[in-house]
């Protein structure tokens, strides 16, 4: 754990935010470069509730995220920005079995459908004003979500991107429904709050100086 998580830790105990972390999402961060199927996060427990932060560094990036689930399984999927520095309209597209076919005349959703092999697409529409919520002492902008019973059994993706092309920063995914603490709660809260209060754009480490 780096020193900036140490005392990030140190103020959530001395705050008493620990306590709240239990009734929330399940924390985490991905920065990782998600750019198509095969980099996709695969999120190994897909019905726990997850706030997932993540970012989109560069103009036009689009995250990729699988979920392997069973017939019946709820396939919650909602949106949410951080209300901090770099927070981001981000909206997604759901791509997988048993969905609606993709509309012939949204040629960006047939092109992903056909890269995720996947015969049915939803396009998720944010809300035009989203809700303000906080969870475990953070603030976020709720956009909505797709929830539906998984109508068969296979690997759905998600794809993440900014409303605004032209736009980078912050957003949570909030994918499934089942709360429960586990014990890496706590880091993933760290990195969380590590997120909120970074800088965005961030900003090139110095050099070190010459000796």
Known sequence: MQPIAIATAAVILATGLLPAVAAAHAPSVDTAERSGPESALVLEDPTLSRA???TIAVPGERDWYRMDLRAGDPLIVGMTAPIAAGEIAAT???LG??????DPADADLVALATEAGATGALR???????RVENHAGLGFRNYG??????PVDGAYHVVAFAVDPAATGKYVLAPGL???FGPDAMDGYVALVELFLAEWPPQPEASPAAG
């Open 52 to 54: 997932l932060g993540a």
């Open 92 to 94: 997604f597209v759901l």
């Open 97 to 102: 079995p048993g969905l609606p076919p993709p």
């Open 124 to 130: 998720f529409q944010p809300l035009a004003e989203p």
């Open 145 to 150: 979500q797709i929830s539906m019973e998984t």
């Open 178 to 180: 089942r709360e429960e």
